[in-house]
């Protein structure tokens, strides 16, 4: 005998130009907590605001379950105990996506390249890809990033421009170097940019004990400053002193 599935009520928004991502996310996650859903459109701007008045309700989707209101999307998250996402909490989340895809790409770059990834190729085009990549959060809003830069590193502090340079050089280190070009150039890039960057948080974090938000992958992340982004400019110190070291 097939057990009877809890049925729970959905009303949101689906009309000919849009479609509310929230009701389609509280039907996706009604289905996967095992719920067969009545799923309700409100196809006209008319219809929803009369749906809105008469249940004392400001946004849609709206969901009931066993008669009762639940709410909205968050407060369906709620409801099912799955913590609601802080923007304000700190998280590393950004970099480890970054130095995760960073490794997966140095891994098909290598294979590709050499027949193998058991080569010591993979360390410098790991380092070359992660600073592509992490150049690119920063050039997404260079504006946003010398903020947060200007707060920590010692020669921006100094030299403003230079705050407005470094997510440009960063990139053009890195494409330089996965393509194995202009050793002269990009090396001196990655040993300068790295060791003043080395400098700037150690001296932030660990001289001075400020708490900072660190600018390594945009202006706008949670990422805290501090072993991580001194990880990063080591790694680019030492990708420096390694092209120009291949250089003689």
């Known amino acids: 005998m097939s057990e009877t599935r809890e049925t729970a009520v959905l009303y949101r928004m689906v009309m000919p130009n849009h479609v509310c991502p929230y009701g ?26 009369a749906f809105l008045e008469e249940h004392n309700v ?34 590393f989340q950004p970099v480890i996506a970054i130095f995760s895809v960073a490794l997966l790409m140095s891994l098909a770059v290598t294979l590709i390249a050499n027949g193998t990834v058991l080569t010591l190729d993979i360390f410098t085009r790991f380092i070359a890809i992660a600073m592509v990549l992490l150049g690119i959060q920063k050039l997404q809003d260079v504006e946003q990033f010398s903020t947060m830069f ?38 001196p890039i990655a040993l300068f940019i790295g060791g003043v960057g080395a400098a700037s948080v150690f001296k932030a974090v660990y001289i001075d004990k400020r708490e900072l938000k660190c600018a390594c992958v945009g202006g706008g992340s949670n990422v805290p400053l501090g072993f991580v982004s001194l990880t990063e400019n080591v790694m680019m110190l030492l990708m420096g002193i390694i092209t120009i070291a291949s250089l003689f």
């Open 24 to 49: 389609l996310k509280s039907k996706a996650l009604l289905g996967m907590k095992g719920f067969d859903v009545e799923d309700h459109w409100l196809e006209t701007r008319e219809e929803t605001d």
């Open 150 to 187: 200007l707060g920590y590193d010692l020669l921006a502090r100094k030299w403003v421009p230079y705050a407005y340079i470094y997510p440009f050089a960063e990139t053009l280190a890195g494409l330089l170097m996965i393509a194995a070009i202009l050793p002269w150039l990009s090396g």
């Open 58 to 91: 400001k946004t849609s989707p709206q969901t009931w379950i066993n008669g009762e209101r639940v709410g909205g999307y968050d407060d369906l998250r709620d409801y099912f105990d799955i913590p609601l996402d802080d923007p304000d909490e700190t998280t």
